[in-house]
């Protein structure tokens, strides 16, 4: 049975699949799985990464719960682990979230420095292969597939290596999941956080799905779960039930998706690189919300998001999308053309906002959503000041500039005056 010590690296085989200590360093944290060494699909996740880049950079945070947010937006944006175990989630109103964990330290989001942080991240992943797909900062799918004869060693124990150098490098924990396709990796990335490291094996995938619920699959948010859930689906043996055909008739594409996954399949490619028209994030509530300033608080966590989309990506957009959906399923949507491209979370938030202030009679919303389009590469992005907001350029060339001070010197070498609060 092929064993991994995640502490010492060393692999060998074992003839039992109890987990035991390693035979080279006596670490309990050894990864048994009769796949290990077969399966080259991975997603790697970033544990709780905007709090641990903070508790890094502030070791006065390091036991404290920490939640990422605050402000008049009044969302949380991300939380710690310390925090999650009181409740608290993403997107969560402030008030709540504080509610549920009022010892919290509530720390304004610095994007700069995630930035510099996945930027580290990706240097290291790109050692490993150059088939790298991010999601987000903190996120991406890896194909190591025919990398084994380049390192010398298994993918598992190269994706084992990287989470150590995040760990001993940048002070960043990260979790993998091990596949044979990207569904099933991103699954098992999310099975044993923080700093897990899961194996889903083509041979046991059937046994997995059993019985698992289908609000497990990304993309399957709350609005669509209704959805599944009047038609009888809640769990993967559900759809296992329904002909493909009739699953495509009553959820069109991605009910012929939702087939090939109760089966454990996806043939979808990681793609590095690949092209992209736009970049867009949207939530739907499980209550209509018409509070303007909660609203508010939304599209700021979704420009945030888009944002750290697109720097992911290396990209910008000179367009901004605002979507809307009402209480009655009325769609709105509304959107402007930039007269520079940005990847700012900053211009693309207050865009949105403008848009959402133009937008007359609000009633509430079930929906709603932020997006760029029409994409450059960032180095066309944020290159002129708007005459509306004198200090935009001002912001945009103290960033740039401050990015190649660090690049240079070191990530200490300059920072912003909110980081020293």
């Known amino acids: 049975m092929p064993a991994l010590c995640r502490n010492c690296l060393s692999y060998f085989e074992t003839p039992t699949s109890l987990r035991l200590r390693c035979r080279e360093c006596g670490s309990p944290r050894v990864l048994v799985h009769p796949e290990l060494f ?144 990207k569904f099933l990796a991103k699954v098992a990335s999310d099975m044993d956080k923080p700093r897990g490291y899961s194996v889903i094996g083509k041979a046991e995938t059937p046994a997995f799905l059993a019985g698992k619920p289908i609000r497990m699959i990304w993309g399957v948010g709350p609005a669509f779960q209704i959805s599944l859930e009047k038609a009888g689906l809640r769990t993967f043996d559900d759809l296992l039930r329904w002909e493909r055909a009739d699953l495509t008739a009553r959820f069109g594409s991605m009910g012929d998706r939702l087939w090939h996954l109760a089966r454990g399949q996806d043939y979808r490619r990681i793609t590095a690189n690949a092209s992209v028209k736009s970049i867009s994030k949207e939530t739907t509530f499980f209550d209509d919300i018409s509070d303007v300033e909660l609203l508010d608080g939304h599209m700021w966590r979704l420009a945030e998001q888009v944002s750290d989309r697109a720097k992911a990506k290396n990209m910008a957009g000179k367009v901004v999308t605002l979507k809307l959906k009402r209480a009655d399923f009325t769609a709105l949507s509304r959107r402007v053309s930039l007269r520079d491209a940005t990847q700012m979370a900053d211009k693309i938030y207050r865009t949105a906002r403008d848009l959402f202030d133009a937008v007359p009679d609000h009633k509430p919303y079930r929906l709603i959503g932020v997006g760029i389009s029409d994409l450059i590469p960032e180095g066309g992005a944020d290159l002129t000041g708007d005459l509306l907001d004198p200090e935009a350029i001002k912001r945009g060339r103290a960033e740039r500039a401050a990015d190649e001070i660090r690049a240079r010197f070191g990530k200490d070498a300059i920072m912003k005056g909110r980081s020293l609060r």
């Open 38 to 181: 077969d399966l080259s699909t991975a997603h790697m996740d970033c544990d709780a990464f905007y709090a641990s880049v903070e508790k890094r950079d502030n070791p006065e945070l390091r036991d404290k719960p920490v939640i990422i947010g605050g402000g008049k937006r009044g969302v949380v944006s991300t939380a710690c682990y310390i925090a999650r175990l009181k409740g608290v989630r993403s997107a969560m109103p402030m008030f709540q979230a504080l509610k549920l964990c009022p010892e919290a330290e509530v720390v304004k989001p610095r994007m700069d420095s995630y930035v510099e942080a996945s930027r580290a991240i990706r240097a290291m992943m790109d050692e490993l292969t150059p088939k790298i797909e991010p999601l987000s900062l903190d996120e991406a799918f890896l194909d190591l597939s025919g990398t084994q004869r380049l390192h010398g060693r298994p993918p598992a124990v190269m994706l084992a290596r990287l989470v150590k150098r995040m760990d001993e490098e940048l002070g960043l924990s990260g979790s993998i999941g091990l596949s044979h396709n």
